[in-house]
């Protein structure tokens, strides 16, 4: 009698991901036009050097902590110019870093900056950037911290001074505590073309008041002291605020704002997504918008300069100019669930750090008490002007629509629920003035899905009155409904543990003058659920709704034939349902409808060890923690569609961040913000698609990220690897408790993944880190593991690359057929090498046979990088097995100029990479005696793809490009 549902929702909109590449030459601003207007201005241009304004003074840069993403700077200079970069540490005057980049043909260059360490956060450190024709530009006082991008309209843009008790709550800056919040206000502009800079376009507008403090950074103090924190976002510095103080005290937070007022969401998505819309949703817009209106007209300016700021979460507060619309609320529905879907993964796409977490504050009230339904109410405060039909329930379902779930659009995202927060400000009902708890809220997410803790949360140091307001991240979020039609009621179901203690509330919210905007039927005559049946829509009375012990709701009278639910589908919200810690519930509209069976599991791998060292992709490098269902997805389909599965790469691996908990029997809980259909199913789509699955854990008490680690939790996450189908498990070690011996977690893990083989037939890698002592932990590591680290994280710069690849070598040893050294993942495809380097990069990794993992993003990897990762002929050498067990190739040849590596081949054959060390190019020479060769030998070079002759006792190459590489086979002349 009773039907399990799934929730049908929106239309998803879930084809492609990135809709837009990196822009052509043509479409990118002519460089001396950008050059003159800059220098006009004297700010962002010095020689041939140029840099964004969100390089300067005071300036916070993503930290690693908490997130592993790496800060990246980028700019314009003379094609070909050499660009460097310092750190200097201000408290010494010591050089911490230094970085040497050449611009490419286009001008373009980036550098990606090493990560720090914990007390990185509280160092001041100058950086110097400088090219060769005298160029320079310097940011002083720079931080390291958590970086928070706020965009949107209105009631993003909404000064702190139009909040409810502005003076106090710009009075909390100067706590100690929140010393190091940065601001930068972005300066209004439009443009039809993509801009490099905020300062490009003429229309250019500063909401401080003053045009020197936007497009610059400002301190706590400062920001204070000149009155600019009143002017600032309300919604954006105070959630920066309420997330340190229920996280991170004292850390620093930059926080950018970089909204406007009144326009709609296609002003703020790149051209291709706009038009993706514009075919595949139904018109909404009047043709013709012009100016801050326009399609693609705000992105060009006020996003696409950010486009190479990492940053830790956005902040996306809009829709209220696509409330309106001719064709009524399930148009505007639909329009705006595909823009915003495209909005986000255009973003992105344009950031290349992931699916960085994304944060949506959905629509509250727009207008005084009233119980209107969506399509009875008309406002003609629109962008263009008329009397248009409203639908802010609309909006806000399509912003629901944008919530992690399984089949969703989109992944590691938040949803900040404010229906139940209306009042008048001075700019109006549609800016409720309570922007203090919609901070509040938002910070919740934000530690959810940005930082991954499932709360409880506390404020620490909540401001008066002085006591700590601990809450959990949401209110309910319903995760199913079961319809009994013979007993005509619905059961509903929540997530997480964001439905206990739930009961109804009346809508109210206090006023700018002090008096309150109230409902008007309340609780006893608002009905909060409706059920569509025979008959159309029937509201279910709130005295007959039962809210059960359990965290459910049960509805009942059901009518006949009832085929949908929905929750709050009301422009004003007469009744809400509240949980204990009086956050409200998601609304929802979903279809009942039968549940679809479970699809089989894929069968188990094959049972033998692979002899060879695994290829595949992990998604560190370049996404770090920012990894979610999609991504995984999404990057098997699309190496299977590049042919990469065909050349050898199989392992699809998850690596820090997918992981949040541990539940009461003491298993692995995943994020299920980023993995919404839960591991199992991940791995078995990953496993359709003719890939194995791989995940990540840390051999201490937590991961690297601060995630739940698996000490004392050996045996059953591997129990629980063996049930989700896992084919290679990646162990760290990183934070809190360890066992004394290093050996004692990863033989733990070993005897669980030796019963999952035995169970499954399964064979099941076991990746571990690290041992690069040969006569210590290598007499006996690979009794335990499969494959280990032999150095510290692979960074993408030239000198960390050498350094790994010659730790594999003191480790040669030790390596053998089904038993690797691991010089760690490729950085082939992501910022701060050259191609000469990604190329020297591959072909030593190939010669000394560490494993290949691919890790960068492989929808927007340029064709030469994509070129090097799929040369079979290179990744033959790789997976060949050697001679006598001696799989790994070693160094032959190490002086400042030249590192050569020799590997002899199971077929006779043997393998040379000969590495220019130096700083210009050269020829590079091997003897026989070197490389243990005798006779003529015929001569084939990898990377050119053909024979190059035969050489009597010795060969030398064409001149190679600095830091590039010559990958040669010599063959007897008679092979």
Known sequence: KATVSVLNWLPLFTSGRSLLPEPSSAMRPSLLCAVAVLLARGAAASGSLMMPSWFGDDMVLQTNIDSGLRAV????????????????????????????????????????????????????????????????????????????????????????????????????????????????????????????????????????????????????????????????????????????????????????????????????VPKAAYEYCDTHAPPVYPSGMTDQHGPSMLYNTMIYPFRKMVIGGALWYQGEADSVGGLGGAAVQQKYACLLTQLVRSWRADKQIGDFPFIIYQLTTSMTASPAACTEYTNASTPTGGDKTSSFCGVRLAQASGYPRPGGALDNTGLVVTYDLPGQSLYGYIHPPNKAEVARRGALQLLRVAYGRPGPFTNTYADPPPRPITSVFSGPVLDAVRYDAAAAQMALTFKDDTSRGMHFWNVSGANYDGTVDACTLCCPRGPAFEVHGDAGWAPIPNGDVEFTAAGGVVLPGVPQGATAVRYAYSNWVECAVRNEDDLPMVPFLVDVIPEAPTAPGSPPGRAADPLSPPMGWNDWNYAHANIDEQTVLDTAALMASLGLRDLGYQYINIDDGWQVARDEAGRIVADDIRFPSGMKAVADAVHAEGFKFGVYTAAKEFTCQSRPGSWMHEAIDAATYCEWGVDYLKIDRCKGREYADANTSWTRFRDGLNACTAKTGRAVLEAVSSCNAPDGCGTWVADVA???????????????????????????????????????????????????????????????????????????????????????????????????????????????????????????????????????????TLSWQDAHLSGPQRVRDIWRRRDVGTAADAYQTPPVAAHDAAFLIFAPEDY
């Not at 591959?842 to 040369?871: E, G, Q």
């Open 786 to 924: 499969d494959l280990w680290r032999v150095s510290a994280d692979i960074q993408a710069t030239w000198s960390s690359i050498v350094h790994n690849a010659l730790q594999s070598n003191a480790m040669r040893e030790v390596a053998r057929p089904g038993k690797w050294n691991d010089a760690d993942m490729l950085q082939v495809g992501n910022v701060g090498l050259s191609l000469a380097e990604q190329r020297a990069h591959f072909s030593m990794w190939c010669v000394i046979s560490s494993p290949l993992l691919i890790a960068t993003n492989l929808h927007t990897i340029a064709p030469a990088a994509l070129a090097i990762l799929k040369n079979a002929e290179a990744i033959a050498v790789n997976q060949d097995l050697g001679v006598d067990g001696a799989i790994q190739g070693r160094v032959v040849i190490h002086t400042d100029a030249l590192l050569a590596w020799v590997k002899p081949l199971s077929d006779g054959r043997v393998a040379a990479v000969l590495v220019n060390l130096g700083n210009s190019a050269a020829p590079q």
């Open 73 to 268: 700077l980028h700019g314009r200079a003379a094609a070909g110019e050499v660009v460097t970069v310092r750190e200097i540490d201000e408290a010494t005057q010591k050089a911490e870093a230094q970085y040497e980049v050449v611009a490419d043909e286009e001008g373009e260059w980036a550098v990606q900056l090493t990560p720090i360490g914990e007390r990185g956060h509280t160092e001041l450190r100058t950086i110097v950037v400088s090219t060769a024709d005298g160029g320079e530009r310097v940011a002083r006082r720079t931080l390291r911290g958590f970086v928070l991008f706020c965009s949107g309209q209105s009631n993003m843009q909404l000064q702190t001074a139009a909040a409810l008790n502005a003076t106090a709550e710009v009075a909390t800056l100067s706590d100690p505590h929140l010393k190091n919040i940065r601001f930068f206000m972005t300066p209004r502009a439009y443009s039809a073309t993509p801009q490099f800079d905020v300062t490009n376009s003429s229309h250019r507008i500063c909401d401080a008041g003053n045009n020197t403090m936007c497009g610059r950074w400002l301190t706590a103090a400062e920001a204070v002291s000149t009155d600019f924190a009143s002017q600032f976002s309300g919604v954006c510095w105070m959630t920066a605020r309420d997330t340190l103080r229920m996280h991170g005290v004292g850390a620093p937070m930059g926080v950018v704002q970089s909204a406007w007022g009144g326009t709609p969401a296609q002003s703020w």
